[in-house]
């Protein structure tokens, strides 16, 4: 007769509990519906078909002047998953990844909670699940959700350095350094583990090799998921990160600016490090949507509170819970100065519930009051989450349903574009012999005739024989039509057909498109 194990008992119940975590992600996202969005109609779905069928360069501009470039890698699986299983079951595997996040969220909350066993360790990590900007997310190709695997992936390596030593620190480094490459707005995370890594280890015996694993395992994670895409930006336009900082690349391509999203900065006073406690709760101070979400603000609140006891208690400070927090406030104070965008801190919503419980515990002395005021206090977080819209719709056989009308020479058309209305995920329907030529639009001014995308434009436009069409939503028809004239004041728009698509319904962006003739000279 087997003899149980005493702690095998809750690691099972640990177990069953992260797995239905995961598993309501994916069960929320056949509720929710497909992902509608803005983000998926301008990029998600256009950057992976280019690079997957060589059409950089191809296209100019037809996700607007930043996330034409943007690096297509994570948004690969989701495409070819889309394209072999269909949307549905693609979006099914895409929220069940983004559930996995509870798995480093698990991690975390056992090292920094030791005393309250697994079961309440998965409990804290499936809560920080349920966070309000996580459920609009699950499902949908924003990216977040992912980033925030590599940046609690970071996170847990870090936090078991003193077990582990340099090993956890290399995996840190690597997973921090790849979500970076992935994406860059994951920066405020690389700063966040760089100062604890400084604050732990720089007056340390073998200080100095542990920064140099930390910085040459991130440059080797950067390098892993982004160094392929900076070569060939680099190789192909002469910016690595292009369009971004072409004031110091100059590359010939795109006017020299930096072209950086202020995001909701511009909006709040200096020195900006207020925005922790107010995002989520104070409508439209680091989202377009309205939502409720206690998580960061009182996380944030936490962290502090243990960082301050840390100065006087030496003890505080050797703890994982001490290198946590540290971690979280030197991650959200860059972020509130230079991004002010909520959900690319996703990663600290998530972790607010382990925050808030670990201030408790610390703080209040007397352990069954402390446990009972975390319980209160989740409890009233999870109640008073209220979620943003999403912007879903139905699932079909096929995710952008895109009814192309007929073209009369596709082996020579050209498709300008134009306004600030997301259409690239049509391109992928077109035949691929047609071009799209976007000048007109966020950081892409008609006039434009000396930067290499202008130029590349007028150049098509004139050896198309006649072939020229333009693609725009009705509703911006007054923009669209000023927008050709200033390009070429002897082009007009003729007669139009519609571009009917699958996310043309009420709740996501925009409505329908069409493709009018472009009358002029030939």
């Not at 797995?19 to 929320?28: E, F, R, T, V």
């Amino acid at each position: 007769m087997r003899l149980q194990h005493p702690g095998e008992g809750e690691s099972f119940l640990a177990g069953a509990i992260l797995l239905l975590g995961m598993l309501a992600c994916a069960a929320a996202v056949a509720v929710m519906g497909q992902d509608g969005g803005w983000d998926l109609r301008n990029y998600h779905w256009y950057v992976p078909f280019a690079l997957l069928n060589g059409r950089l360069g191809v296209d100019v501009l037809p996700a607007f002047m930043g996330p034409t470039f943007h690096n297509p890698l994570v948004d690969v699986p989701f495409y070819l998953a889309a394209k072999a299983l269909g949307p549905l079951w693609a979006s099914l595997g895409l929220g069940l990844v983004h559930g996995a996040n509870a798995l480093p969220l698990y991690v975390i909350a056992r090292r920094v909670l030791p005393q309250v066993g697994r079961p309440m360790a998965a409990l804290l990590a499936v809560i920080g699940l349920a966070g309000a900007m996580k459920i609009s997310l699950l499902g949908a190709t924003a990216g977040d959700n992912i980033l925030s695997l590599f940046a609690l992936g970071a996170i847990a390596a870090f936090l078991a350095v003193e077990a582990r030593g340099l090993k956890a620190l290399a995996l840190a480094g690597l997973l921090a350094g790849a979500g970076f490459g992935l994406k860059p707005v994951l920066a405020p995370f690389i700063i966040g583990l760089t100062v604890a890594v400084l604050a732990f280890h720089t007056f340390r015996a073998g200080g100095g090799r542990a920064l140099l694993v930390f910085a040459l395992a991130g440059i080797a994670g950067t390098v892993l998921t982004g160094g392929f895409w900076m070569a060939r930006l680099y190789a192909e336009f002469g910016n690595p990160l292009m369009p971004y900082f072409n004031d110091v690349f100059a590359a010939p391509y795109v006017p020299a600016h930096t072209y950086s999203d202020p995001g909701f900065t511009a909006g709040l006073p200096w020195p900006r490090v207020q925005l922790p406690f107010l995002a989520g709760i104070v409508d439209h101070v680091s989202a377009e949507a309205s939502f409720t979400d206690w998580r960061i603000p009182l996380g944030y609140a936490g962290a502090l509170a243990l960082l301050a006891a840390g100065l006087v208690s030496r003890e505080q400070r050797a703890t994982a819970g001490f290198r946590l927090c540290l971690v979280v406030v030197a991650t959200l104070v860059p972020w509130s100065i230079v991004f002010a965008i909520y959900r690319y801190v996703l990663a600290v919503e998530m972790l607010g519930p382990i925050l808030v419980t670990l201030a408790l515990l610390r703080l209040i002395p007397w352990r069954r009051a402390a446990g009972v005021a975390a319980a209160v206090v989740l409890i009233a977080v999870v109640a008073v989450t209220r979620p943003p819209p999403a912007e879903r719709v139905a699932f079909g056989p096929d995710l952008t349903g895109v009814e192309v009308p007929p073209i009369a020479t596709p082996e020579r058309a050209v498709v300008l574009m134009a306004g600030l209305t997301p259409s690239a995920f049509v391109i992928p329907s077109f035949p691929p012999t047609v071009r799209f030529l976007r000048f007109d639009g966020f950081w892409i001014d008609p006039p434009e005739r000396e930067a290499g995308y202008a130029r590349e434009i007028r150049r098509a436009v004139a050896q198309a024989g006649g072939a020229v069409s333009i693609l725009f939503e009705p509703g911006e028809v007054a923009r669209v039509t000023d927008a050709l004239k200033a390009f070429d004041p002897a082009l007009t728009i003729g007669a139009c057909r519609p571009v009917r698509h699958h996310l043309e319904q009420p709740g996501t962006n925009w409505g329908s498109f069409v493709l009018c003739d472009v009358n002029g000279p030939a």
